[in-house]
């Protein structure tokens, strides 16, 4: 079935240091790639997203790039904030059905002073 | 902006006694959801509502839950007997449809059944 692997976390960095989280996935079809970010005590909001290989999405200073040959959709910022510290949700979805979203596990990302 | 919105924020409830969790999506919205994430796991897909039927559940989605959508605005999922393990935070999301496939959250209802 669909899958989308995250890697572990916490990840804790300082501020202004240069961030990455892997996404990868597995999917039957071509799907849409999303991050998902949740502030403590708080929902899920958008982050960004793509639709077709090659894409790149961004918002807020992260980014994202639809790569299809390595079934990817990393999550780069240049330069975190405290602000930044939150769970991120990498998701893909299919069109058809439900078009329902398939979450990683999250990765926690703690910024430090 | 418009926004999806849930309602309690919080439930507690007794085990074995009907929940009712509501939301009122987007207004010009087409597809509904209902998302559970259990404290410290992912986030899971639970059913999708469209033209007044579920396109899809998961295996989570058995008969002691069910989904509604009375009127125009809310879309409500029920739990007919609820268990110790339902308790978990409960997200609405709404979408516009095909093409445009992103879902926008609500803020949860975190269910607890003692």
């Known amino acids: 079935g669909d899958s989308v692997t995250q890697m572990e976390g916490p990840v804790t960095l300082s501020e202004e240091a240069f961030l990455t989280i892997n996404c990868t996935y597995t999917?039957?079809?071509?799907?849409?790639l999303f991050w998902y970010v949740q502030y403590p005590g708080e929902g899920l909001q958008l982050l960004l997203k793509a639709t077709k290989a090659d894409d790149k999405g961004s918002n807020k200073g992260f980014e994202a790039t639809y790569r299809k040959e390595t079934t990817s959709f990393h999550l780069e910022k240049g330069s975190v904030q405290v602000s930044d510290s939150a769970v991120y949700f990498c998701a893909l979805s299919l069109t058809g059905g439900g078009n329902k979203l398939t979450f990683g596990t999250g990765t926690q990302l703690k910024v430090e002073l | 902006e418009p926004e999806v919105t849930q309602t309690p924020s919080h439930q507690v409830t007794q085990m074995g006694q009907e929940v009712i969790l509501r939301c009122v999506p987007i207004s010009n919205h087409l597809y509904f959801y209902w998302y559970r994430q259990i404290l410290g796991q992912k986030v899971e897909f639970l059913v999708s509502?469209?033209?007044?039927?579920?396109?899809?559940k998961s295996e989570i989605f058995d008969d002691q839950f069910s989904v509604e959508r009375p009127d125009g605005s809310n879309f409500t999922l029920k739990i007919r007997s609820t268990k110790l393990e339902d308790s978990a935070m409960y997200f609405c999301?709404?979408?516009?449809?095909?093409?445009?496939?992103?879902?926008?959250f609500g803020p949860g209802t975190r269910l607890t059944v003692l």
């Open positions: 509502f469209y033209n007044n039927e579920i396109s899809e």
């Open positions: 999917a039957t079809g071509y799907p849409s």
């Open positions: 999301a709404s979408s516009p449809g095909v093409p445009q496939l992103t879902q926008y």
